[in-house]
């Protein structure tokens, strides 16, 4: 149960506060996610990582305008079309590392 709130709760706050806040604010809100809700390692990370990654590529293909494909991709010099995967799977693999080290420390403090 706690896993499932876990992912709402991270999901609804990228798509809410993604329009208001700079980009990095998914890792100290997973960090959070995680620490509070107690979640083991395994279980933070995945939920933080599909979480984010699946909003955030939502979130591209619905409100951005083009500026991810032309500057992501002209700086990597990839395909247009894979910049919105590789940018949603960056964001997923920053969340889910703070994600894991928000159920790290938790789990340590408890013993």
């Known amino acids: 149960m706690k896993n499932s709130i876990a992912f709402v709760l991270i999901a609804v706050a990228v798509i ?17 996610v995680a620490y509070t809700l107690n979640l083991s390692w ?5 939920i933080s990582f599909l979480a984010v990654f699946v909003m955030w590529l939502i979130s591209i293909y619905l409100f951005d305008d083009g500026s991810i494909e032309q500057l992501l991709g ?4 990839i395909n247009a079309n894979f910049t ?8 997923g693999l920053l969340a889910g590392i703070f994600g894991v080290s928000g159920a790290l420390l938790a789990g340590r403090e408890r013993d």
Do not use: K, M, Q, T
Request: with cysteine; proline share 12%; net charge neutral.
């Open 16 to 32: 809410a506060l993604g329009l208001y806040l700079p980009w990095w604010f998914v890792a100290p809100l997973c960090f959070i």
């Open 42 to 46: 395994p279980n933070a990370l995945l």
């Open 74 to 77: 002209g700086l990597l010099n």
């Open 84 to 91: 919105p995967i590789l940018s949603a799977g960056l964001g």
